[in-house]
């Protein structure tokens, strides 16, 4: 990402135009370098142009002398290399976050899924008949539920007595036995009780009914998912076995399968005494035994398994948020920029690890991608005279061109071909020549235009010389002759005079290609023929020969190296010299030279990926081999690997999923998909939206090369993804579908390239063997055994378990089980050999025919002794749970903090970003639990009371009807909503008053603890965190346990500490390592270590040139090493010690000499975001000339730097941009920078902190700068937003402008109130005018009166009597209607409606008076109207000022100015005074009003109908865009019950008037709009 000043070109090299790259593990950079003259080129052009140890700028001319290492020895620019590195981070992060997460995979395999595109057209009695089907099977399923549901919670809470029962038994036996054994038995009985914790596994029956009706239910649940999205979507049918789904939908509860008895089975378990021999060897023996249990398990051992693991197959899928298990650990593998697809290799890498970047081709940042040869030559040439290395000769140049070429093969080049004549003899133009083109270019013009080099009629033309040839009637280039003919002559000859010359062919060394001139003439005489020739060529006098000869030819002959015709004794054909140019084409290509043969360079040519960034480059070698048009004579590997697909999700080992058997090659080789969720059916979806959507020759695959991910186009027409695998021949590829398995042998054409967004999911065919068996043969499987084997699984839905883990390069071994929903699952291996079709291994034999035995009695006999007892369990590998305190919590409302301070467990509560985050001691949940109670208790006995809530008081708040401890944030206003701070979380919360109560005093505290992460900063320069890192912390930090540490003990909050978090591989991970990984947060800069002085007493605010006498007056430092021994050899340095932060404490500067009130003339200096102008009067101007001179000369050398406490500094001394020293006012302290406010200038910045020292210059000189505020007018919002800053700026910085001083500040250092005039107009005024803030209406007109200043011009005696038009007659406001009393009914007429609670009445009253001023104002409109030209348009448009505008049906009415709505075309916003709607109109359709029609009120109103109001619910339809709490429905429905006779009466007219209507009935309006649910009474 690059900073606002930066251009986007900034990393672009501006000679070649490739981009800068950073070097990798195994791939060489292209680094921006500095010259001495201050140019910036890449490695590469630098390398080309290097001649002999020395450099000519391409820009300057200038000569550079190249250090010892050559153009690598060059300074490197820094500046680029950071914005390149920083936004290659930004592109992983945005990777990583967009990317698409794993999801279900697909059910069926292209093979098996052809479906003809009529398959999809359903008819509508089909859809209709599964609808119906469905929607039955949903019923029934849905009572299915409710009845395992019942058994479920009937099961469980009965296990749940029954285990609570045998506890307590067992507890009293325990009990009973260990009061015998005294003080010894007693850890002995204290373990026994942590053991019955897992009691329910001795209830092997229960939990394997339970267990039973689990999976069952699960199964529903997934089948009614299903279900309900065919519902939704008939088309998804195809996708999924439906007669499975409605077989699962259907089948009945049945309660004979589910054992309800095996609950009241007991364990047999109970506690024996054994005495004998006690006091001989004090050895007790305590054993439970298993007394004859008749507890039969009817379920199979490994359905103790399958609970476990589906339990954890369930939860693999999971995305912890609380955990931190997907931070990656502390060194994350790096991307291999040559190997993309080594990151896609482990699908079970760390979430947060970067994601390799789309490679990004150079080229594709030059201005144009087709460079085309005419870009070469320019239209109006400018006269340019070579110098430099342009002077040199061309045997020279072409060797150092060829050197460079050949010295390092892996350098490459952008070039343009420009002729072709085999792939074996081409010639090509380097982009990065362009620029010495331009300048050949521009001086062949030159010479061309004069006459000294046109031919005479003395020339001869010979073979071999260098003449100008005129190419496309617009440029002249330079060429050679290879031919001559003369007239009535058949063969070449050598030389010819130029009026002889019939034609010749020419070689343009410039650009390849060789052409035929023919010279024709109207009449044979020398002159014509003279002129005809001097069209067409131009000789080249000797002298300008040696000075082109400088330049040396621009087009370089190339070779592909190793490549040979397809047919050796044919040569090249004319296919591949069109496929050639074909796939080159005009566009820049990347040139690799291999090697040189004679006067050719061996290269390979590679086209640029344009499309998209995943795409592989086309090497022009390979593919002219592939289309079999050549071959290689001695191949070469550039080892460049496409982009892979991530491997398939394997199952866990012993984990019972459902799948797919997609395809089988045979029992060891066939593939499976796991069923998931449908999300593969999406991304076939989009795959077939998309890839049918494109045009034949978009995304094409030219040359695809073993292993590159695409998208193949199968049997039936759709698109898949695929992968190649190997190349038949015939322009034909063998693919492997990754999302099934099979394999395909497709035309080339049937090939697209895959976008980078169906990367995201990994392959979904997992490569699976069948566990277990063998061939009966022991070598190949029988056509008889496959068969069978497909018949079982092919295309079926069955149960999978995988035996074990394997690498991803071999077959998964798995188990497959067949069955119904309540069928027994059976072993598909098992059937093959009962078949006789395989046989077991060994292994499994011997497992087979092993009887199970019983299991033997469980036995609890701890050792006596504590140690011993502690070195068995550490022996056995398991953890000893530490006995419980059972004691009652002692309170500690206020968090305590133990001795140790490395390592505390903790859990973080809230997060707001890397430098505050919450955290409370995991060892306080039964204190936090304690507290809350008391809190509860404490609240119930109070009764409610008015409270004046104010900043930072303790109170219990009822939180989601949890009562915790909070503490007020801010201020209660009448809002009566307070911002609570949770004390025992951290984070806020706004609820309302009513749910605070006073906090005891005996309660207050808190256990959660404000945390900032040590030794990191913000990246950027920026004082505050990115979104981005606050984000990311506060996802993974939210609610996870880690460990902490504490740096610095401080009784300031938040408290600096290192955080850590475990990751999934169980490695704790640093917090802040991680941040830093991520390049969210830079490490902070960690002071010099220095030895600490006893004679270091200097403070910060000591004059340096005291502390330069006293350093003179200082004794010499004594060595503790002789002087000899320090010369000779480095002495052991002393244990280093930081020198701990001085505290120092600073005053402020005095405040600054307020003005008088009245007119004053003042410089503006800085404007702050908060809208306070800053500005200094005509004597601070001089006193700050005065001052600034003053500070440099007082000022000689720079104090001494120490570490400070900044907490207690106000006034501080600034070094500024310029070097120079201002007074400054600290304001806060960001990590290394801190944000000072220079108090004579009033500009505020971030500097370093090094720039900032603790003292005060000129004390006794007051601040200059005096902070003002505009009066009478308030900010739009609030607040001043950016574009009132900024126009503010725009109008008063750095200008002399008039300032009436309205009020004074209480306190000196407050804003004065001013009153500011630019060229005698109001900046309050502006401001209004521009909608950045509005008038105060608190404030009354009269108790101020601003005054203009007064006019600065000159009086002119200037008579403007003629120049004046008739004055416009000001009109007053108009006569609103008299209203009723309150309570009184009265008729109305609604003339507009704005909401349905908003609209314009128009009161009818049954006086003959009204009756007579209503005929009367609509005669004196319709006379108005007859004769409205008379009327003169409207001149001053003041605000709500009287006019008569025009309305759509032609005709004037009435209205009142609102506001100006444009500018450009002049637009005024106005308001029908009698029927309330409003309209834009232009000046034109504006006329003055005539004064007698203000004596007649206005006929509409505007009031709020009272009663009801919109719906809290938000509203899916339309709704009205300027009121979106409203819809378009409730409007309609109001305007049809408006429409019958309405009564009105008047509830309130303060602060607005309020009215309730009434209908014919005499009941409220607005009541069916309430039952109807478009609205919700008030």
């Not at 949903?138 to 395992?148: G, P």
């Not at 069952?216 to 999205?229: D, G």
């Not at 067409?536 to 040979?564: G, I, T």
């Not at 995943?614 to 191949?635: C, G, H, K, M, W």
Request: proline share 7%; aromatic share 6%; with cysteine.
């Amino acid at each position: 990402m690059m900073d606002k000043g930066d251009s986007p070109s900034a990393a672009i090299c501006k000679l070649c135009g490739n981009a800068f790259k950073l070097p990798e593990d195994k791939t060489d950079g292209n680094l921006p370098r500095i010259l001495a003259c201050g140019h910036i080129f890449c490695t590469n052009c630098l390398a080309s142009i290097e001649c002999e140890g020395a450099i000519r700028c391409p820009d300057c001319e200038f000569w550079a002398t190249l250090p010892e290492g050559g153009v690598n020895g060059l300074q490197e620019e820094s500046r680029i290399i950071g914005l390149i590195y920083t936004a290659e981070m930004n592109q992983i992060k945005s990777l990583r976050c967009n990317g698409p997460k794993v999801c279900q995979k697909n059910r069926t395999s292209p093979r098996a899924s052809t479906i003809s595109n009529s398959d999809f057209v359903k008819q509508p009695a089909d859809i209709e008949k599964i609808e119906k089907t469905v929607d039955e099977s949903l019923v029934q399923a849905a009572e299915n539920l409710a009845q395992l549901e019942n058994i479920y919670e009937a099961l469980t809470a009965d296990l749940a007595e029954q285990v609570k029962r045998e506890r307590t038994r067992l507890e009293m036996e325990l009990t009973q036995a260990s009061n015998k054994a005294v003080h010894m038995i007693q850890k002995w009985k204290d373990t026994q009780l942590n053991q019955l914790k897992k009691m329910e596994t001795h209830f092997p029956s229960g939990r394997a009914v339970v267990s039973h009706v689990q999976e069952r239910i699960k199964a529903l649940e997934i089948a009614m998912q299903m279900a309900r999205e065919i519902r939704r979507v008939p088309f998804l049918e195809q996708y999924c076995i439906l007669d499975k789904v409605l077989e699962t939908l259907q089948t009945p509860v049945d309660h004979k399968a589910i054992d309800l008895k095996c609950i009241a089975e007991g364990t047999g378990m109970s506690c024996v005494f054994q005495s004998d021999n006690v006091s001989q060897c004090l050895t007790l023996s305590l054993k439970m035994e298993a007394c004859g249990s008749n507890a039969v398990i009817k379920q199979p051992a490994g359905n103790h398994q399958s609970d476990d693991s589906i339990k954890s197959s369930s939860r693999k899928h999971v995305k912890y948020r609380n955990g931190f298990s997907n931070l990656p650990s502390s060194k994350p593998d790096k991307w291999e920029p040559e190997s993309p697809g080594a990151s896609r290799s482990s699908p079970q890498g760390t979430h947060l690890a970067p994601k390799p970047a789309p490679r990004i081709s150079s080229f594709s940042d030059l201005g144009s991608p087709d460079v085309i040869i005419e870009e070469f030559f320019d239209d109006n040439p400018e006269p340019v005279t070579p110098t430099g290395p342009e002077m040199a000769n061309i045997e020279w140049r072409t060797q150092r061109r060829r050197k460079c070429h050949l010295r390092d093969k892996k350098f490459t080049h952008w070039v343009v071909v420009t002729h072709v004549v085999n792939p074996s003899h081409f010639y090509v133009r380097y982009v990065a020549e362009k620029k010495e083109s331009e300048v050949l270019s521009r001086k062949i013009n030159e010479l061309c235009v004069g006459e000294g080099c046109q031919f005479t009629l003395g020339d001869t033309m010979e073979r071999g010389s260098m003449i100008f040839v005129k190419w496309k009637d617009v440029v002249w280039c330079r060429a050679t002759v290879v031919e001559v003919f003369q007239k009535s002559c058949v063969k070449a000859v050598k030389a010819c005079p130029v009026t002889q010359l019939a034609s010749l062919r020419v070689f343009f060394p410039d650009y390849g290609f060789t052409k035929s001139i023919t010279i024709q003439s109207e009449k044979e005489a020398a002159e014509s023929l003279l002129k005809a020739v001097n069209n067409h060529l131009r000789k080249v006098a000797e002298s300008v020969s040696v000075e082109l000869n400088n330049f040396a030819p621009q087009a370089v002959r190339c070779s592909l190296k190793d490549l040979v015709p397809y047919n050796l004794t044919e040569g090249w054909s004319e296919e591949a010299k069109a496929e050639f140019c074909c796939v080159v084409g005009s566009a820049a290509v990347e040139m690799r030279p291999l090697g040189q043969d004679k006067d050719s360079l061996l290269v390979d040519l590679r086209k640029a990926p344009m499309e998209q960034s995943t795409d592989v480059p086309i090497s022009v070698r390979e593919y002219l081999v592939f289309i079999e048009v050549a071959r290689f004579y001695s191949p070469v590997t550039l080892g460049r690997k496409p982009l892979m697909y991530y491997p398939p999700v394997y199952p866990e080992a012993s984990a019972e999923l459902d799948a797919v058997v997609s395809h089988i090659n045979s029992l060891s080789d066939f593939y499976i998909q796991l069923v998931d969720n449908m999300e593969s059916l999406l991304l076939s979806a989009k795959l077939q939206d998309y890839y049918s959507a494109l045009k034949d020759d978009e995304f094409r695959v030219y040359c695809p090369v073993i292993g590159q991910a695409c998208v193949a186009r199968f049997e039936d027409k759709l698109w898949y993804r695929a992968q190649v695998i190997s190349h038949p021949g015939g322009r034909k590829v063998e693919v492997r579908y990754v999302d099934f398995g099979n394999k395909q042998v497709l035309s080339v054409s049937d090939l697209r390239k895959i976008k980078d967004e169906f990367f995201a999911l990994p392959a979904m065919a997992v490569h699976c063997c069948l566990a277990d068996v063998t061939p009966l043969d022991g070598e190949s499987w029988s056509e008889a055994c496959t068969k069978r084997f497909i018949s079982l699984a092919h295309q079926q839905l069955v149960t999978v378990k995988a035996k074990g883990k394997v690498p991803k390069t071999e077959p998964l071994p798995l188990g497959v089980f067949v069955g119904g929903v309540n069928e027994p699952k059976t072993s598909i291996a098992e059937l093959l050999a009962n078949e006789n079709l395989v046989c077991f291994k060994e292994s499994k034999q011997r497992t087979k025919n092993k009887k199970p035995s019983r299991p033997d009695s469980t036995v609890w006999d701890p050792p006596l002794e504590p140690g011993a007892a502690a070195a068995k369990a550490e022996a056995s590998g398991h953890v000893t749970v530490e006995e419980q305190n059972n004691d009652p919590v002692e309170l500690q409302p206020q968090l305590k903090l133990p001795d140790q301070r490395k390592d505390l467990k903790v859990m973080v509560t809230h997060v707001n970003s890397p430098s505050s985050f919450y955290v409370r001691l995991t060892n306080s949940d039964r204190q936090l639990k304690r507290i809350c109670e008391l809190v509860k208790q404490e609240c119930a006995l109070m009764e409610p009371q008015e409270v004046v809530w104010k900043a930072d008081m303790y109170c219990a708040a009822n939180i989601n009807g949890v009562w915790e401890r909070g503490r007020i944030c801010s201020d209660v206003t009448s809002s009566n909503t307070a911002e609570v701070r949770r004390c025992d979380h951290g984070n806020k919360v706004k609820i309302h008053v009513s749910n605070l109560y006073p906090l005891p005093s005996s309660l207050i505290g808190s256990l959660a603890m404000e945390c900032t992460l040590n030794d990191i900063r913000p990246t950027g320069g920026r004082s505050t965190w990115t979104d981005t890192a606050c984000d990311l912390i506060s996802y993974y930090l939210t609610g996870a346990s880690a460990l902490m540490t504490i740096k610095e003990e401080a009784d300031e909050h938040p408290l600096p500490v290192t955080l850590s978090c475990s990751n999934r591989m169980g490695e704790y991970i640093s917090i802040a390592d991680f941040l830093v990984d991520e390049g969210l947060a830079f490490r902070e800069r960690k002071p010099k270590v220095q030895k600490p002085k006893e004679t270091d007493t200097q403070t910060p605010a000591t004059d340096p040139e005291s502390c330069e006498k006293e350093r003179s007056n200082s004794p010499p430092p004594v060595s503790p090493f002789p002087p000899t021994q320090a010369a000779s050899t480095p002495p052991k340095p002393f244990p280093r010690s930081i020198v701990t932060a001085e505290k120092v404490k600073t005053s402020m500067y005095n405040p600054p000499e307020l003005p008088c009130p009245g007119h004053i003339l003042i410089n503006v200096s800085a404007i702050g975001d908060d809208g306070v102008i800053y500005a200094r009067t005509q004597s601070a101007e001089y006193q700050l000339e005065q001052l600034k001179e003053g500070i440099q000369k007082s000022i000689k050398t720079l104090p001494r730097q120490k570490p400070y406490t900044w907490k207690s500094v106000q006034g501080c001394a600034v070094i500024g941009p310029d070097m120079l020293w201002y007074r400054g006012q600290l304001l806060e302290l960001l990590g290394g920078h801190v944000k000072v406010q220079y108090v004579d200038y009033g500009l505020v910045e971030n500097i370093p902190v090094v720039h900032v020292y603790p003292m005060l210059l000129c004390v006794e000189v007051p601040q200059l700068c005096i902070p003002c505020q505009l009066f009478g007018i308030n900010p739009v919002g609030g607040k001043w937003q950016r574009d009132g800053v900024a126009l503010m700026r725009e109008v008063l910085l750095n200008r002399s402008v008039d300032m009436q001083v309205v009020a004074l500040p209480a306190e000196p250092r407050g804003a004065v109130t001013v009153e500011i005039f630019l060229d005698g107009m109001s900046l309050s005024r502006i401001l209004c005018h521009n909608e950045h803030a509005s008038m105060d209406g608190a404030l009354s007109k009269k108790s101020l009166v601003v005054t203009p200043p007064a006019s600065l011009l000159d009086v002119w005696d200037i008579s403007t009597e003629s120049l004046m038009g008739p004055e416009e007659p000001v009109l007053g406001s108009f006569v609103s209607p008299n209203l009723p009393l309150e309570g009184e009914h009265f008729e109305v007429r609604v003339t507009h409606l704005w909401t349905p609670n908003e609209m314009f009445l128009w009161p009818l009253k049954d006086t003959a008076d009204s009756e007579m001023m209503d005929d009367s104002l609509d005669e004196a409109l319709t006379r108005i109207n007859a004769d409205i030209t008379s009327l003169p348009r409207l001149t001053s448009f003041p605000y709500g000022g009287p006019c008569l505008a025009e309305y759509s049906d032609g005709k004037y009415y009435r209205a009142r100015l609102m506001k100006f709505t444009s500018i450009e075309p002049l637009m005024i916003l106005v308001q029908h005074v009698d029927f309330g709607s409003d309209d834009s109109l232009p000046t034109s359709k504006l006329r003055q009003m005539p004064p007698e029609l203000l004596l007649f009120p206005t006929r509409a109103i505007k009031v709020k109908v009272a009663g009801f109001k919109a719906p809290s619910v938000e509203w899916h339809g339309d709704v009205l865009p300027y009121c979106p709490v409203w819809s378009v429905k409730a409007v309609m429905e109001m305007t049809d019950l408006l429409h019958n006779n309405i009564t009105a009466t008047v509830i309130s007219r303060e602060p607005e008037l309020k009215v309730q209507l009434f209908n014919e009935d005499r009941e409220l309006v607005h009541l069916p709009l309430v039952n109807s649910g478009l609205a919700e009474l008030d």
